[in-house]
């Protein structure tokens, strides 16, 4: 199957710091990638829907000010999670669409967890 | 209603026994079907998918779908305690959308 990865896999940042996490689709080109936010024993939350060369589209109730999408390339999208307090502590992961040979399939990162201290 | 709808669970079974997941959906359009497998504390990873009706077999896993129902489902054979994870149901609609359930917690008991 096609391969996503995500960077860091564990990240500790300070309070009121900025952390900026990195995911990557290494054997495809992906025009969509998908953030995601889980807390502990929780479903997957979709936070944004990342398009190569154009602005993210957040989901209800996420800042969009606070999480900033850059998605620059077809192979790489970016969460910088601004000004980050303890309460943004959780899993943070990516996925990515496949199109061609694998079909309209979504892959997973390794996910991010992010614990602010 | 929520687009993908599965049972939370949680669900166990015995060692060797078969589990089965259901997942119904909301969307008669929707064109295609997946199962990811999530173990706590990681990032789901894609199992099966299914496009038409009828079954579909890879190793100890079938997955099931029904169109005219609206429901796909999961089976495992032969149960275990590997198998022990969060089952996340996956749909996408004609706008290429992809709708996750909430997941299933399995629990395979050895």
């Known amino acids: 199957g096609a391969v996503v990865s995500q960077h860091p896999s564990r990240v500790i940042c300070k309070s009121g710091t900025s952390v900026k996490i990195e995911c990557r689709s290494l054997?495809?080109?992906?025009?969509?990638m998908f953030w995601y936010r889980q807390f502990p024993k929780q479903s997957l939350m979709l936070m944004a829907t990342?398009?190569?060369?154009?602005?993210?589209?957040?989901e209800q109730g996420v800042e969009k000010d606070k999480f900033l999408i850059n998605h620059a390339s077809l192979t790489l999208s970016t969460l910088t999670v601004t000004s980050a307090h303890p309460e943004d502590s959780s899993f943070y992961i990516c996925?990515?669409?496949?199109?061609?040979?694998?079909?309209?399939?979504?892959?997973f990162g390794e996910g991010s967890w992010l614990t602010v201290v | 209603q929520k687009e993908v709808e599965q049972n939370s669970g949680p669900l166990s079974v015995p060692e060797g026994a078969i589990a089965s997941l259901n997942c119904t959906y909301s969307?008669?359009?929707?064109?295609?079907f997946f199962w990811y497998r999530q173990y706590s504390g990681k990032s789901p990873e894609l199992i099966m998918s299914?496009?038409?009706?009828g079954d579909k077999e890879d190793g100890r896993f079938t997955a099931q779908l029904n169109k005219a129902s609206q429901y796909v489902s999961l089976l495992i054979r032969d149960s275990q305690p590997s198998d022990s994870a969060t089952y996340l149901c996956?749909?996408?609609?004609?706008?290429?959308?992809?709708?996750f359930g909430t997941g299933t917690s399995l629990t395979v008991i050895p």
């Open positions: 996925s990515a669409r496949s199109g061609g040979y694998s079909g309209n399939t979504i892959y």
């Open positions: 054997d495809f080109q992906a025009t969509t």
């Open positions: 990342s398009n190569e060369g154009s602005k993210a589209t957040y």
């Open positions: 969307d008669r359009g929707s064109q295609s």
């Open positions: 299914i496009y038409s009706n």
């Open positions: 996956a749909v996408t609609h004609t706008g290429n959308q992809f709708y």
